[in-house]
């Protein structure tokens, strides 16, 4: 078994970012609120290096748009990590940007400085929603960076968001449709989270917009992970990671769970249920899931098994885990009970 890619985080928040994108604070979602240096990405090296396992280390720049930042400053951090690419202590370089800030001199310089993975910030493929967000930056430059890195050997991660002003599931799902044709490596989808300190925070104030419930975005973000899985592009992330900052206020409303990938895979479980009891009656059913999915199935407080008790007439729903592959189920038996 290959070990896993371990990622070592160094934070930029806001640094190089043109706009002002109506839902951000990155200072707030990184929980980040110092710049990062050169210094920065030592000690975090530094420290990952003190921790045991092997596998490929990756060092990733988050938060801010690198490639807009000043050109000294890019090269001073991709330098301080380039000269651990050059001793061994890590594979690679990631780092995220804007579609509006990668061209042929940009490709070149974070060819030389040894990244290996850049993840482009799509967030809508539909012109009104990225205008309402104020992204500053067209869908035709998504596709126009996107072919770029892709021609130029990157591993490309798109990420997009749901529940922007102006959005609706239809365009979401036309977001990841499109997404798709670009063939990313893995995308990421980011239902919207109502962050203090924002622009779209005085708009909810105001009643301009309406929150993007976490319930909404776990059935919508179930149904895009079913459209990326089809097209064979993985999912690497669903909703923001959790921060002590968000989770003790700074995330007012909106789609932000510290649990919401768990809650989308329970949301397809149930979807996938549902349809393999389609036209069955019995008392009892018991389903197999791959190791360690028990509790995906089962959902947030066996809000799974209550519904299918509930819709099926259940008495009794169990799950057991058999060698099957990650996301799938079978039904294993169904039983009556005997009068």
Request: hydrophobic share 35%.
């Amino acid at each position: 078994m290959t070990p896993k890619r371990r990622v070592i985080p160094v934070f930029v928040p806001h640094l190089g970012c043109p706009n002002d994108c109506v839902f951000c604070n990155q200072r707030r979602i990184s929980g980040s609120l110092v710049p990062a240096d050169a210094g920065t990405v030592r000690t975090a090296i530094e420290r990952a290096r003190q921790i045991p396992g092997g596998g490929e280390r990756e060092l990733a720049f988050y938060g801010g748009s690198f490639t807009a930042i000043p050109e000294r400053e890019q090269e001073e951090l991709l330098k301080a990590a380039c000269e651990y690419i050059q001793t061994g202590d890590i594979n690679g370089i990631r780092l995220s940007t804007r579609p509006d800030c990668i061209d042929e001199e940009v490709i070149r310089r974070l060819k030389r400085f040894g990244v290996t993975t850049v993840e482009l910030g799509v967030q809508s493929m539909c012109p009104d929603v990225l205008l309402k967000s104020n992204r500053g930056h067209t869908a035709e430059d998504a596709v126009r960076s996107a072919e770029l890195l892709k021609k130029s050997g990157f591993e490309l991660i798109l990420q997009m968001m749901t529940g922007l002003p102006g959005d609706t599931p239809d365009k979401s799902v036309y977001t990841a449709r499109e997404l798709c044709k670009l063939r990313p490596d893995g995308v990421r989808i980011y239902p919207t989270v109502i962050i203090k300190d924002t622009a779209l925070y005085e708009m909810w104030v105001r009643g301009e917009y309406r929150e993007h419930t976490v319930d909404e975005a776990a059935e919508l973000c179930a149904k895009l992970t079913d459209i990326f899985d089809e097209a064979g592009i993985p999912v690497i992330r669903l909703g923001l990671n959790p921060t002590d900052e968000l989770s003790s206020g700074g995330a007012a409303a909106g789609a932000y769970h510290p649990a919401f990938g768990e809650i989308v895979a329970g949301k397809r479980y149930l979807r996938k249920a549902r349809d393999l009891l389609s036209g069955t009656q019995a008392d009892e059913a018991v389903f197999g899931v791959a190791g360690g999915e028990t509790s995906k199935f089962v959902g947030q407080r066996r809000c799974n098994i209550a519904a299918l008790t509930e819709e099926f007439g259940f008495k009794k729903v169990s799950v057991r885990e058999i060698e099957i592959k990650k996301g799938e189920i079978v039904i294993l038996s169904l039983s009556n009970t005997a009068e």
